[in-house]
């Protein structure tokens, strides 16, 4: 018999392979500083395009005072216990009320934390005689969530309503077959790519099949919509959503998450959430923040449109300089360029160290093997002048990479790495 530890001696994974030339500069960074469009990294000043913070509120003055109010006033224990038994307040109702109005919808219900609300969520929903229909590039609490189903699941390739359509035939059929019925998931909004979910498509099949339609809205929350009520508000089809999840971790500036749907469905979920019952409640300094950063959203909405002129601006000047961007919809910026990952390391430190731009870089097994994807969040607290430095730094490492420099530079790392 092996060592369960064997594999994990042998093998580090496809991403932890990397570990010795990556951590601590391409994954697991130190940025320093308030969060901001321009922060520190190993000492030097870079401008920030990899945090979520889209709406500039992390570092809100009004934020900063009622965050620290609130743990001065709370603490970061209270409540304690899991809603059920201990840990419930009028602040968690009152946040609950105010969450439901702003995405129009009858209740809400708060989560600790977005991936595990959203993957008992799921588990929540269904028993094994349903039938869980989902896009293929969903993201990983999406996955997990669906790996909890002890019945039928089927993926439909992203955003193609012919697939989908196909899978809930097969779905349909079955679900006559077992009694069940049938859950469909999409994101409102694709996180790396930035394209936005085909709700609008979705929604239409309910003529024809029956079906119940959950969407992770975590990146349209707060940046799509007109009153910011996220990607459903944007295609008119809020109401056709059954069950709308989104999480604080990104417009909200904050942690913990909500779904939000009829009265009915949200009473049983409470009694029926396990991440929920059987954990800690949201703590009373995150659900203050959050009330407050409720009220900025409500009530700012050139927050909002800073972070449109921002995106808008990086998206055309990107595009006006000849760079694959995709086929994002919403402020992710997506940039494609072609490349092995020592080429993308080369590249990215390039970026980092001698242009001050700090971004993301994804790499296979995220995007298939030979692309490089540079991942840009714009937010509310970048300027044009940020934008225009960006801009002439991106044609200067797209003029090395394709003259070779790159390839050069990374040459030791791989021949280490045999790529
Ligand atoms: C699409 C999507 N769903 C869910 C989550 C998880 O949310 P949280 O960070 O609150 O756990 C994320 C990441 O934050 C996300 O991008």
Redesign the pocket.
């Known amino acids: 018999m092996r060592d369960l530890f064997e594999k994990i001696y042998r093998d580090k994974g496809p991403l932890g392979k990397w570990a010795s030339q990556a951590e601590g500069y391409f994954v697991f960074p130190k940025l320093e500083g308030q969060i901001s469009n321009r922060m520190k990294f190993q000492g030097k000043d870079v401008i920030t395009w990899s945090i ?1 913070d889209y709406l500039g509120l992390a570092n809100h003055p009004e934020i900063r005072k009622v965050d620290a109010e609130a743990g001065a006033a709370y603490g970061s224990a209270y409540p304690m216990g899991a809603r059920m038994m201990s840990g419930h307040t009028a602040l968690h109702e009152q946040l609950q009320e105010e969450l439901a109005a702003f995405v129009n919808k009858e209740s809400a219900y708060l ?1 600790n ?6 993957v008992s969520t799921i588990d929540a929903l269904v028993s094994k005689n349903d039938i869980i229909v989902y896009d293929v590039d969903s ?1 990983a ?2 996955i997990d969530g669906v790996r909890l189903h002890m019945g039928k699941r089927f993926t439909y390739k992203h955003n193609d309503v012919i697939s989908l359509e196909k899978n809930l035939e097969r779905a349909t059929k079955m679900a006559e077959q077992t009694g069940g019925g049938i859950l469909v998931i999409s ?1 409102g ?1 694709f ?1 790396m790519r930035g394209e936005q979910g085909i709700l609008r498509e979705i929604v239409a099949l309910k003529e024809k099949y029956n079906f119940r339609f959950l969407v ?1 809205d ?2 349209g929350f707060g940046t799509l919509g007109k009153t910011g009520a996220g990607a459903g508000e944007e295609q008119g089809v809020q109401d056709d959503i059954d069950v709308y ?1 989104a ?4 417009s909200m500036a904050g ?3 909500f779904i939000a749907a009829d009265q009915e469905i949200i009473d049983y979920l409470k009694y029926n959430l396990r991440s929920q019952m059987f954990a800690k409640s949201l703590q009373m300094q995150l659900v203050v923040g959050a009330l407050k950063r409720l009220d900025m959203l409500r009530t700012m909405p050139e927050l909002k449109n800073n972070l449109w002129n921002i995106v808008n601006a990086l998206q055309t000047g990107l595009k006006e300089r000849g760079f694959d961007i995709g086929t994002t919809q919403s402020c992710v910026t997506p940039v494609f360029l072609k490349g092995s990952i020592p080429e993308a390391m080369a590249l990215v430190r390039d970026l980092r160290e001698n242009y001050g731009i700090f971004c993301s870089i994804v790499v296979y097994p995220v995007v298939p093997k030979g692309i490089i994807l540079l991942r840009m969040i714009p937010t509310a607290t970048h300027t044009l002048q940020d934008v225009e430095e960006t801009l002439v730094a991106f044609s200067a490492i797209r003029e090395r990479l394709i003259n070779g420099t790159y390839k050069r530079l990374s040459a030791a790392v791989t021949a280490a790495m045999g790529e």
């Open positions: 979520n989560l934390f977005g991936y595990q609300g959203m993201h609490c999406i994101e909004v996180g992770d975590a990146h999840f999480t604080f971790a990104k942690t913990g998450a």
